[in-house]
């Protein structure tokens, strides 16, 4: 494959497979990765993080007497469909922030952490929170977020490498519509959506690879992931999403009608307010497992399993780069 895929959108329902996908691309030797799947090394983004940092945000207004800003309880999905596409303002800026590399030591984390959700926020069209918050709540926020949000900062700064040039950027992300649903799906669901939010820099360059299994598995699989308390909460291994969100959010997806309804065979069709993208895809199907060996420690991986994942992925990449 002598193409180099720059950005590739990595895309699932929730425990599908994506970031066992990912971990298992991060420990290839870069010889393989570029033979076999048209990738360099890779650089990492995900807007599971900030979903959580949200859940949290929303967990100390509660405790604190204050109206949920992000989600109603633990179990319940966004009190504003509008913040899918806050995180989707979050990801824009982190690929822009790849390129810029810009100099990040806030003197509060926490602080800088709320600044940029109440920006993207509004960019997507929710109300931004931080104004409407006493200085004495916004300062205990500060306290009590400090160190998951610095921890955040953290990951965030070394994730910048000093170049770009020949790495792959992988944006890892989920989106659906409610159980049932017709399609397409409505604005602000699924992936038409979301993909029509991402910035020209990133669609300009950007190939799809959609991890495959039907809803009923997904679920299966979330339950099965799912390790309980804030250690979970804050693994994308390890996270759960609640059952009200698995069926009321990830019911279904739209990317197999995207495939089919594209103009143009072997793409996703983007429309945004200025342009037209085709964005080329490959579909790895997962609906028999092939992910899962890969929470395990790699000591004990079988080289069958390893095979199986690897032909597998190597099949999707073809499409992609064909």
Sequence with gaps: ???????????????????????????????????????????????????????????????????????????????????????????????????????????????????????????????????????????ELDDVLETEARKLLKEKRAGIPQSLEDRTVVIEFARGGPEGSSMPLPAPYGYAWSFAQLSDA???????LYVWVTPEESRRKNDERAKPGRDGDASILHHGVPEAVMRGEYGTDDMGYLIDASDRPGTVRVETQQRVFHLPVGRFDNRNDLTTFIRDDPSIWSAADVEALHSGLRHAFVQITR
Excluded at 202 to 208: D, F, Q, T
């Design 202 to 208: 990133i669609l300009e360059r950007a190939c799809v």
């Design 1 to 139: 494959m002598a193409r180099l895929i720059e950005t590739l959108l990595l895309t699932a329902l929730p425990a599908s497979g994506k970031s066992e996908v990912r971990r298992y691309l991060a420990r290839l030797d870069g010889d393989a990765v570029r033979r076999d799947f048209g990738m360099g090394p890779t650089v990492q983004l995900d807007d599971y993080p900030y979903v959580h940092m949200m859940r949290r945000i929303s967990q100390e207004l509660t405790a604190r007497g204050e109206g949920p800003v992000f989600f109603p309880s633990d179990d319940r999905t966004f009190c504003d469909p509008h913040d899918w596409g806050t995180l989707i303002e979050l990801v824009n800026e982190d690929f822009h922030d790849l390129h810029e590399r810009p100099d990040l030591r806030p003197d509060s984390a926490a602080r800088w952490l709320l600044e940029r959700l109440d920006a993207a926020r509004a960019r997507a069209g929710a109300a931004p929170f931080l104004s409407v918050l006493s200085k004495r709540t916004r300062r």
